[in-house]
Structures are given as C-alpha cells and as structure tokens.
C-alpha cells in the first residue's frame, strides 16, 4: 500500500504561481509513473500531467500544456507539479497518483492509477 500526500495548495491570483508538492509516507517513488489530476466542483476528475518513473517521458494535458511543469525529486522521494501563470479555470482539487505500471496512453485515465492521495485545494481568484 502506498499512502500518497499532497501540499502546497492555496488561494492565488491569476497570473500567479504554486509548487504543488506529493510524497509518500514512508517509502520512495522510484518505481512508479506518477500522475497529477484535478477536480473542480461539479466536473469529473481530469488528468493534468504525468511523469513516469525515471522523469524520461512527461505529458500535460492541453489546457496546462506550457504553464505546468511536473518534476521528480532527483531521489524519487517526491514529485512535483509547478503551476504558473494560473487561470480561474484551474481551481479545483489537485490529486496527486501512483501507477505500478510503465507509462502507456492509458495513463490519460484515472483508472488506470492504482493509488491515490486526498488532495489539495488550488482557488485562483480573478
């Protein structure tokens, strides 16, 4: 079981900046592509980015694509998403999930992650 945990949500203006930050509780990333989804109220849970295990390969979705940036900690103890430029658009619940897997093009896919954290709040006022 991995136990996955979120931080640095908050509120900020538009054009702003957040580091979101997921690490898992006591054990490394190493072995796994790990994927960034977000939830605004009332929408399904969307992907936002994914890295796989060792950085080699990321994706963005296209609304993020050039404004987010997703990093691993070089020792794999945690991975990153840097959201800038930030929209009112891009409110929601940020998600922080692990895969067992290598990366394949259902990792666009929340089910295909096999551990999940409980979020952090992301509100971008306009």
């Known amino acids: 079981q991995v136990q996955l945990v979120e931080s640095g949500g908050g509120l900020v203006q538009a054009g702003g900046s957040l580091r979101l930050s997921c690490a898992a509780s006591?054990?490394?990333?190493?072995?796994?592509?790990m994927g960034w989804f977000r939830q605004a109220p009332g929408k399904e849970r969307e992907f936002v980015a994914a890295i796989t295990w060792d950085g080699g390969f990321v994706a963005y979705s296209d609304s993020v694509k050039g404004r987010f940036t997703i990093s691993r900690h070089s020792a794999n103890i945690a991975v990153y998403l840097q959201t800038n430029n930030v929209k009112p658009e891009d409110t929601a619940v940020y998600y922080c999930a692990a895969a067992r897997s290598t990366w394949a093009p259902r990792g666009f896919d929340r089910s295909w992650y096999d551990y999940w954290g409980q979020g952090t709040q992301v509100t971008v006022s306009s």
């Open positions: 006591g054990r490394t990333l190493s072995s796994y592509t």
